[in-house]
């Protein structure tokens, strides 16, 4: 019995890119619970069905978006640099999407990021048995760190939370 070959990651170019163009693609990761992960290649939420984590409460049913997304910033020699996209009426804010180089869909989504010779990986791994998600970020390069604050949405997967 021969086994079924692997398919090959899909890779996405990033540098020069159209913002819409890349808006336009996405990426989704299920398990067996019915949980997923799923957002822009840009990882800018643009539906409300977009989520880092919404786990399945009561399968098929009983979705909850418990992590919506995360905000990240990276300092390199004490200047700051945005590597999230948000949506907002008529307009994106920051423009964290800019020191994207290549976005990869393979066993986890991943997001390379580069500031001057700084390199950022960051990869979303959805738990195939659990509601769970794992973010791994691998930082490369000198006088940098990275701030992560997690957006807990904790609302059911329907609806949207106004301010």
Known sequence: MSETPLPSPIVVPCVGADLEELLSREWLFANRLGA????????????????????????????????????????????????????????????????????????????LMRTGAVELTKEIVLSDSSNAVAIRYTLRGENARLEVRPFAAMRDFHHLRNA
């Open 36 to 111: 997923y992960a799923s957002s822009t290649v840009v990882g800018c939420n643009t539906r409300r069905y977009h989520g880092l984590l919404v786990g399945a409460t009561s399968p098929p049913v009983g979705r909850i978006c418990a992590l919506s997304t995360v905000a990240e910033k990276l300092c390199v020699n004490g200047e700051w640099f945005d590597l999230s996209t948000f949506e907002f009426a008529g307009t994106f804010s920051p423009c964290g999407f800019v020191p994207l180089v290549e976005f990869r869909n393979d066993v986890a989504a991943s997001f």
